[in-house]
Nanobody, 121 residues
Framework: QVQLVESGGGLVQPGGSLRLSCAAS????????MGWYRQGPGKQRELVAT???????NYADSVKGRFTVSRDNAKNTVYLHMNSLKPEDTAVYYC???????????????WGQGTQVTVSS
């Protein structure tokens, strides 16, 4: 089993910055990709940014140039650096990890519990 623990959400004014962190723990796995999704009020969950172990990144058009996803592979941790935040960025942000479960020989996806980000003056 793999556990994801997120931190770093909160209330920030428009134009401000926040950094989210997500650490994966457990045994018998290797990370294929980690990233962030969000679900705003009354909306479906959507991709924000992802990072593969090969170094590729992918961003939603709405956050390009403002958000940066980064990884600390030694710590199995993914970060989301959010700058120039807008009220429309308000959402619950979920960490996701796609891992290879070596003991079972399967690929699995795991989700964090979510962290609230509110952008408001």
């Amino acid at each position: 089993q793999v556990q994801l623990v997120e931190s770093g959400g909160g209330l920030v004014q428009p134009g401000g910055s926040l950094r989210l962190s997500c650490a994966a723990s457990g045994s018998g796995f290797s990370i294929l990709a980690m990233g962030w999704y969000r679900q705003g009020p009354g909306k479906q969950r959507e991709l924000v940014a992802t990072s593969t172990s090969g170094g590729s990144t992918n961003y939603a058009d709405s956050v390009k140039g403002r958000f940066t996803v980064s990884r600390d592979n030694a710590k199995n941790t993914v970060y989301l650096h959010m700058n120039s935040l807008k009220p429309e960025d308000t959402a619950v942000y979920y960490c996701n990890a796609v891992v290879w479960r070596s003991t079972l020989g399967i690929r699995s996806s795991y989700w964090g519990q979510g962290t609230q980000v509110t952008v408001s003056s």
